[in-house]
């Protein structure tokens, strides 16, 4: 995964690095824009834990001001094979779900299972190419 990748999301682009693994921790950062203007900066650390790997997220907008007000999003992994990884949030439904799924060496999509307070369910889907 590490490198550039770009995506689409509705009339919105994304914008995803990923780094290489180095000390049990693999950063990504994301930024969405569209109509002219940046909409969300994201920054993600994939961490080995003692209990498995966990993903921490947090959400700022253009100039930093940080979306989550509590702690960061929480995803554990739940399972993983050679092309998918599953995520699971415990705490919340913001994403309840995500899995990760590689389309071979230039291409994956990231599906998101949204819940909110009510129990409404939304999706986030974006397949991203590698940027050469």
């Known amino acids: 995964m590490e490198g550039a990748w770009k995506g689409d999301l509705g009339n919105n682009a ?16 994301m930024k969405l824009h569209g109509n002219g203007k940046v909409l969300v900066v994201e920054v993600a650390n994939l961490v080995e834990a003692p209990d498995g790997v966990v993903e921490y997220i947090r959400h700022f907008s253009p100039k930093l001001e940080p979306y989550e007000k509590a ?8 399972s993983f094979d050679a092309t998918t990884v599953e995520f699971d949030n415990p705490v919340n439904g913001q994403p309840k779900r995500t899995i990760i799924t590689r389309k071979g060496p230039d291409a994956f999509t990231a599906h998101s299972d949204l819940y909110d307070e009510k129990g ?3 999706v986030i889907e974006v397949s991203y190419a590698r940027v050469k």
């Open 120 to 122: 409404e369910h939304d």
């Open 71 to 78: 702690d960061p999003i929480f995803l554990k992994v739940t």
């Open 14 to 29: 994304a914008e995803l690095y990923f780094s290489g693994p180095a000390d049990g921790v693999i950063t990504s950062i």
